[in-house]
């Protein structure tokens, strides 16, 4: 499995030592507001089993995100492949923090660690996100990692039930876009 590394960040194989952090964080109420019901232990666990099988299999998927400075899990960032009963394919990117970790640009730094590996490992010629309408902290993400949303692609999610969290926005980056984003921001820090 691929570990990517950023100035703050560690994207890596999911541990044992990571489930605990992992369950909490899926049992928090702030962190699942957009996401629906708390897991309990025993789903954070076969999420975790299943997203490193997943990865194992596909060569993508879903890292443990650790800071660097400290070694501690703070979430999970990567690829995965759309689900087929929503109104778009592809392959999605999302992340998960950690409250304290919140505000700090590591979903930000962490998200374009994974759509370098998608566009210049995996030839992908897309990149996708989705999240909640009233999701407003991912979607400040997706922009600045260089997404732009058309609402003529907003969606419904048929697998959610009726509610605020049924009413999704989607965001997109191309591989042509991120290549010039990336060479723009690499000028600058040359230039400054």
Do not use: K
Not at 18 to 31: C, G, I, K
Request: glycine share 10%; net charge negative; aromatic share 8%.
């Amino acid at each position: 499995m691929t570990e990517l590394r950023t100035d703050r960040l560690l994207l890596r194989r999911w541990r044992e030592s990571d489930l605990e952090p992992w369950a909490a964080l899926n049992a928090d109420p702030e962190v699942r507001e957009h996401l629906g019901e708390l897991l309990t232990r025993e789903q954070s666990d076969a999420a975790a089993a299943l997203m490193q099988a997943d990865f194992d299999r596909r060569g993508f998927g879903w890292w443990a995100l650790e800071a660097r400075e400290t070694g501690e899990f703070i979430g999970r960032v990567g690829l995965d492949e759309v689900d087929g009963d929503l109104p778009f394919a592809g392959v999605d990117i999302g992340w998960r923090l950690v409250r304290p970790a919140w505000g700090r640009g590591y979903a930000t730094e962490a998200a374009l660690a994974c759509l370098a590996f998608g566009f210049e490992v995996l030839g992908l010629p897309e990149i996708v996100a989705s999240t909640t309408a009233g999701n407003v902290r991912s979607q400040a993400v997706m922009r600045r990692i260089g997404m732009t949303r058309d609402a003529a692609d907003d969606f419904v999610d048929p697998s959610v039930p009726e509610g605020p969290l049924r009413r999704c926005v989607l965001y997109r980056i191309g591989a042509e876009r991120f290549a010039a984003d990336t060479e723009a921001a690499e000028a600058a820090a040359e230039a400054g």
